[in-house]
């Protein structure tokens, strides 16, 4: 008995260590780059899993099996310190709510539902890690009826565009028909806003004259027109997101920053190992073809996980700044206090050992499909 308590205390004094560790560094991995940690700290992930507390459970919420599918595919939930189950939502907002609510712990969203949700009043939630993909269409296609004569974005003035609101898909949108001289209002593009799930078929029922729309729905509705993607309206960005008060619980949070460097290990796989995730994801998980999922991931490109520092915020405030620019954000808001780098340091460290240099986080121009799909 006295054995087992030591071990007990042992591990107590891990956890509290590393997270004064964190802690410590959270202020200054913000201002600035996470420094770049040696090979000679090979240790840090039995480090990591090791100040976990016995008992801990993780629920993860995601979409499209985002981080489920590569979890187990890549191999990174092998001598797992906590029990984690994962939740497949529809959209950021969805994801949103459920953190809000407690029924969570941890979130992927895109970039768009955090500034909405701090817009709307939401003062408990921050990123505690991103990944970006600058240049991307990250999977936005805009899409518009092939015999309406829609030709460009400037075909759209009065014509109906399905939306889900609040989401990347309703700021990717708002910000092609701003850059055009539209926007979501009476007397220029008439939006329907609609369940994420909804927009696909009510485009593919003619209900609408166009649809912005996901990779995969992009294929099942027939390959319609494209006369815009989300290049240069979009970060490429994707957020794990939770609640202030977990990354000062003694038990969440070393299980939050085991789970951060294993996102990381799993996103960098899915660069290497393109064709087994494109069989996981597209092909399983969406259903399309081998060479659809292809298309779409040639599309898309690989990105990778950043420190969020000083650059992160100033990207971060940019896409807030947009959002309140093209309307989908009702008041400007200060995004940085819901971003939080404590955890950058695990993110060098990981990329490091999986040999990943982050490409410089600058946004290209903005650029329009064709319909030669």
Known sequence: MQLRNSEHDARKRRSVALLMLLGAASLAAVMTAAPAISQDTADLAAQLAAAVPARTKLIVA???????????????????????????????????????????????????????????????????????NPGSPENYYLVAQPDKGIKTVADLKGRTVAYPPGSGRHMVLASILHSNGLDLGASSVKGVPLAGTEVAPSFASRSVDAAIVLGGQYFRIGKPPIIADGRGHNWGVNVILTRKALLDDRAKAP????????????????????????????????????????????????????????????????????????????????????????????????????????RPLEQPKATVSGADQ
């Open 62 to 132: 995601e979409q499209q099996s985002q981080a489920s599918a590569p979890w187990t595919l890549s191999g990174v939930d092998k001598a797992l310190p906590y029990a984690i189950t994962f939740a497949n939502f529809n959209g950021g907002p969805a994801v949103l709510e459920a953190l809000i609510s407690g029924a969570v712990d941890i979130g992927y969203i895109g970039e768009a539902p955090l500034p909405i949700a701090v817009g709307a009043g939401v003062r408990d939630l921050v990123a505690i890690a991103i990944y970006a």
């Open 255 to 358: 299980a939050i920053a085991d789970f951060v460097r294993r996102a990381v290990a799993f996103y960098n796989w899915q660069g290497v190992n393109r064709d087994a995730w494109i069989r996981a994801s597209y092909v399983k998980q969406e259903g399309l073809s081998f060479e659809q999922g292809k298309w779409l991931d040639d599309a898309a490109g690989h990105g990778a996980y950043y420190p969020i520092d000083a650059k992160a915020v100033r990207v971060f405030q940019e896409i807030s700044d947009r959002l309140f620019a093209t309307g989908a954000l009702k008041q400007k808001i200060e995004i940085a206090p819901y971003l939080d780098g404590r955890f950058n340091a695990i993110i060098a460290w990981q990329n490091n050992a999986d040999g990943v240099m982050p």
